[in-house]
């Protein structure tokens, strides 16, 4: 019995981990993204963002993944995704950008969330696609998936950001 | 009253003094009797021949038995089932305490890994 509690001590990962994908070529057609989150169900926004992070992904191929862990202390969170070209030029252009807000977690659960970028819904020039496209609109509480290793890359094992 | 007197009427209230030393060992004399003077007569069974023929169950009886020499305690099998017993719990506990929970997925982009604490 005491064998079981101690076993009980580690409770499974609740997370949510976002898959981007996208038909996009890297990097002619994009080389950097740009993420911003927000714990609850506010859209981040470039003024108003808890996280926001830029990286070169010229080296990278697509799909790409980001992972959330929930501690307990917000039961769901907030991104926003842009697709940039030209991030080692002075002025990065977005080729597409979603937003997907109240993305819940599922207690002792991981859950996965599939996005597409895809290149019908990018901008031309400062110009992009009118809402009315569900594969290119932005997502409100979106349907989650149970976790399917198949569909995301081998995780990196990198340490969590916590200062959220 | 002298005090002579006195102690012959307390004899005389006491009582005669019972003769018992010169009764049984013989001629009066004075003083005390020593006990090693008069050796008490044997038992009369030490007289009599013991026939160990006879009846040698009785007499393997009456003598008692050495006690059996004690196993020690490392050589009793119960020592170490409750040894064994008690080191297997403890590597059990020990294992599944310190055994790393399970682990969060770390995406192949920047944040990598977001937890809200």
Not at chain 1, 17 to 39: H, K
Request: include cysteine; glycine fraction near 6%; proline fraction near 14%.
């Amino acid at each position: 019995m005491l064998l079981a509690a101690a076993a009980g001590c580690h409770e499974p990962v609740t997370e949510v981990v976002v898959v981007l994908q996208s038909d996009l070529r890297v990097p002619t057609e994009t080389d950097g993204i740009l993420v911003s989150v927000n714990p609850g169900s506010v859209a981040p926004t470039a003024q108003l963002s808890m996280l926001a992070t830029t990286q070169v992904i010229s080296e990278l191929a697509f799909p790409l993944s980001i992972g959330f862990t929930s501690e307990g202390t917000t039961p769901n969170f907030s991104i926003t995704v842009q697709l940039q070209h030209g991030v080692t030029q002075f002025a990065p252009t977005i080729v597409v950008s979603r937003t997907i807000t109240d993305v819940r977690f599922v207690d002792q659960q991981t859950m996965m969330l599939v996005v597409p970028f895809l290149r019908t819904c990018a901008c031309m020039g400062t110009s992009c696609p009118s809402p009315g496209d569900p594969s290119c609109d932005n997502i409100e509480t979106p349907v989650l998936k149970p976790f399917d290793p198949a569909l995301a890359p081998p995780s990196t094992m990198m340490p969590p950001f916590t200062g959220l | 009253m002298p005090a002579s007197l006195i102690f012959a009427a307390a004899l005389a209230a006491w009582g005669p003094v019972a003769p018992i030393a010169e009764t049984e060992t013989g001629p009066a004399h004075e003083g005390p009797v020593p006990t090693a003077a008069v050796p008490p007569e044997p038992p009369a069974v030490a007289k009599t021949t013991i026939d160990r023929s006879a009846a040698p169950s009785l007499l393997a009886a009456r003598s008692p038995l050495p006690p059996p020499p004690r196993t020690p305690t490392y050589k009793r099998w119960q020592f170490w089932v409750i040894a064994g017993g008690a080191f297997a719990f403890a590597v059990g506990v020990t294992v599944a305490v310190t055994r790393p929970g399970p682990q969060p997925y770390s995406g192949n982009v920047t944040p990598y890994l977001v937890s809200f604490h």
